[in-house]
């Protein structure tokens, strides 16, 4: 992976060294070239928005404290601030924040973007009025307006997670599942359900059988419902598949509220905190998850580079994030129709009754 | 429409048996598309659903029936759900029914504060109520500091209520949370029918104006309703914690229009002066039953139910409003033929004794 990482970075800094014009990004295009890692300077004035989808739910808390972490490290004297939208208003309010970063001052928006390509218009409008925005968690599909993507895990690899964790619950026989998941405008979700449909297509998984995909929108109580109604649906139904942190606890309660929990499983992606309970008992034995601390650490740092200018942005650029090491900017294969940037954090953690415990916390 | 039943029933009175003759026929519907729609699980999920919107809905009746509206129920819900969640955690002192004080108390106290606001601060209870909605969950979103409230840390008294059974017969069961939300109903009733207080929101609502000048005590009143409407959602804040256990910050999120339309469609009138809470019941029946078939209901897309449950309600208040205009107008025609021929008479009789 890391060999990997620094041939593609080599390629791609020749590449940008032909395509960028003499002199201008000259300094800064040296260490890539030569393929030493970019070390960020410290003690820059940078002001920087974190935007989660929305407020409140422990995921988005935790990358607040790795984003809390780095600017620390950093010594950014300007604290950057956490803000958001509340669930049922997300998409507008998100436009909404987006729109008025310039304005605010902004150097820097890190969006975790929940509004599909509705986001497009204000995200160009403040990279035109110089804020930079560097998405993290869930990317603008299209990548118009986006700096880069700063992914927690291959989204493509999320798919064959999920499919793996379908089989290893529901045996080599496999048997019928259902997604559950957040928004239908997720794109983040999006991306992974679709990936784990086309991960579906290998004839290892060809006994596993997508029922259908249906949309909690992160409310605890519409997810709830949502898992009920799979149950009345589809009498034979063995697992719900909720690759969301709401979605997952939710599907777990309204399983074990009705003793149901020895049919039908629950997998997914949990908080292990939240999930803890219900992996003990029984309810939801694997799911999967990566660090959100370390996404709002590395997230962070990608940003403040890019707004100091020690990132200029492009690809093949390789650079130091703090504790978790050295990263580099590539095209982002997982939407290969469009010109988009992505740093690939990774890895994926999966939980059961082994390490659950101690996750928790 | 025989004329011997417009002289002994009132058009309101027809409201309620309209609702139930449509809420039969959609459950007559719904069983033949949906397999299994009468067994004794899928009952009990439907009427355990029930409870919480309907101790919400017999609150925002009060409220109604006074020209009001109380459009912050569901942050209250929320804030109770979470804030007692919370304590529940933290402490193991906190007793069962301590903990249903509190969460009556702390909705009662939100109530109050927008009591204060319409009834002596004369501000619009849509506004006021729109401003507490907002700020009750802002002001939820920063005392959670982003953390989920979750079954793991609950007592375990509290994860056993949801199944407590009150009766069962034959797999369907009365549970616990769904007699409590019967019983606020009834006494609801009660209090509408036959307590001062309740005959007064019927007066207040029909005419503000009147019923101050005749020496009603219209603020206190309008005061006292949006504090037992909090009390109520407080209530149902607890009903909301013990169902589902996991609380995050937006939880109850959307409930306030779920209860107005199910106030509404239960034939509470918009502008104050009439209404039942049994016609509420009948609402609320109503609109979860299509809730949760449409979200059963195996031939219909994610993004048509919403579209479809919008049409009904419509379809339910339109229908409602047609056929009661109708029923109205002939009732009024019965009567003063009544009256028309009652005063021929008497002057036929008069005529008569003058003439001999």
């Known amino acids: 992976m890391k060999r990997r990482r620094f041939i593609a970075g080599a390629m791609c800094a020749g590449l940008l060294a032909a ?125 118009e307006g986006e700096s880069v993507f700063v992914a927690q895990v291959d989204f493509t690899e999320t798919g064959k997670v999920m499919a793996d964790m379908a089989l290893s619950i529901l045996g080599e026989d496999g048997g019928q599942f259902a997604i559950l998941s957040a928004s239908p405008d997720a794109a ?62 939710s599907a777990a309660q309204a399983l074990q509220a009705e003793g149901l929990c020895d049919e039908i499983k629950v997998s997914g992606l949990g908080v292990p905190a939240e999930m ?41 650029e390789t650079f130091m994030a703090g504790r978790l090491g050295e990263y580099t900017i590539t095209q982002d294969p997982t939407r290969p129709d469009v010109e988009a940037l992505r740093v690939l954090m990774g890895p994926f953690t999966v939980y059961n009754i082994d390490n659950v415990e101690e996750a928790a916390g | 429409m025989s004329d011997t039943i417009l002289r002994r029933v009132r058009p309101e009175q027809f409201r309620e048996l309209i609702l139930v003759v449509v809420t039969l026929g959609l459950l007559a519907f719904f069983a033949t598309q949906i397999p299994g729609y009468f067994d004794p699980r899928s009952v009990n999920r439907l009427t355990v659903g029930l409870a919480i919107p309907l101790v919400v809905a017999v609150g925002q009746v009060l409220v109604v029936l006074t020209r009001n509206i109380d459009l912050s129920v569901s942050s209250i819900v929320g804030m109770v759900a979470y804030v007692v969640g919370t304590l529940l955690t933290r402490s193991e002192a906190l007793s069962a029914p301590l903990a249903v004080l509190l969460s009556i108390l702390l909705g009662a106290a939100l109530g109050a504060v927008n009591g204060l606001i319409v009834a002596y601060g004369r501000v619009p209870a849509v506004i006021a109520t729109l401003g507490t909605l907002a700020l009750y969950r802002v002001v939820l979103v920063e005392f959670s500091g982003a ?35 019967l019983l606020t109903v009834i006494l609801g009733q009660f209090a509408l029918r036959s307590l001062p207080f309740g005959r007064r929101l019927y007066a207040i609502g029909s005419n503000p104006a009147a019923a101050r000048t005749a020496g009603l005590p219209v603020e206190r009143d309008v005061f006292t309703a949006f504090a037992l ?61 299509l809730q949760q078939s449409l979200l059963r209901w195996a031939g219909i897309s994610e993004f048509a139910r919403d579209a479809i449950l919008g049409l009904l309600i419509l379809l339910a208040v339109t229908a409602d409003a047609v056929i009661l205009g109708r029923l109205r107008e002939a009732w009024v025609r019965v009567r003063r033929r009544d009256q028309e021929r009652a005063q021929a008479a008497t002057a036929g009789v008069g005529g008569a004794t003058h003439g001999a």
């Open chain 1, 19 to 143: 395509n960028v014009g003499a002199g201008v990004l000259a300094q800064e295009a040296t260490p890539a070239a030569s393929g030493a890692a970019v070390e960020a300077t410290t003690g820059q004035d940078v002001k920087m928005m974190l935007l989660p989808k929305f407020l409140g739910i422990l995921p988005f808390d935790q990358a607040n404290q790795g984003a809390q972490e780095a600017a620390a490290e950093l010594g950014n004297p300007t604290a950057f601030d956490f803000v958001g939208p509340t669930a049922e208003n997300s998409v507008a309010g998100q436009i909404e924040f987006m729109t008025n970063a310039p304005t605010a001052g902004y150097d820097v928006v890190m969006l975790s973007n929940n509004s599909g390509d509705q986001i497009v218009p204000s995200a160009v409008g403040a990279q035109e009025a110089g804020t930079k925005v560097v998405t993290w968690d869930s990317p603008i599909p299209n990548g």
């Open chain 1, 188 to 249: 983040n979700q999006n991306a992974w359900i679709a990936a784990m449909e086309d991960a579906l297509e290998d004839p290892a998984y060809a006994n596993l059988e997508l029922l259908e995909t249906v949309y909690g929108d992160d409310q605890s109580e519409k997810s709830y419902e949502q898992a009920q109604a799979l149950i009345s649906k589809h009498p034979d139904m063995e697992l719900i598949m909720a690759p969301t942190s709401v979605g997952i606890v």
């Open chain 1, 276 to 316: 803890l309970e219900y992996t003990q008992n029984g309810c939801a034995p694997e799911f999967a998850l990566w660090s959100f601390v370390d996404l709002g650490y590395l997230t962070y740092y990608v940003s403040y580079m890019l707004a100091t200018g020690d990132l200029q942005g492009v690809e093949g």
């Open chain 2, 147 to 181: 953390r989920t409230v979750t079954t793991a840390d609950l007592p375990d008294w509290l994860n056993d209520v949801p199944s407590a059974t009150l009766l069962a017969v034959g797999g369907y069961d009365l549970r616990l949370v769904v007699g409590v939300a």
């Open chain 2, 229 to 289: 409407s909090g009390a109520l959602s407080g209530l149902a804040g607890f009903l909301f914690l013990v169902r589902f256990g996991n609380i995050t910050v937006t939880a109850a999120q959307g409930l306030e229009l779920q209860v107005v339309a199910a106030v509404v469609v239960g034939g509470v009138n918009i502008f104050g002066g009439s209404g039942s809470m049994i016609g509420a019941l009948m609402g609320v029946l109503l609109i979860e039953i």
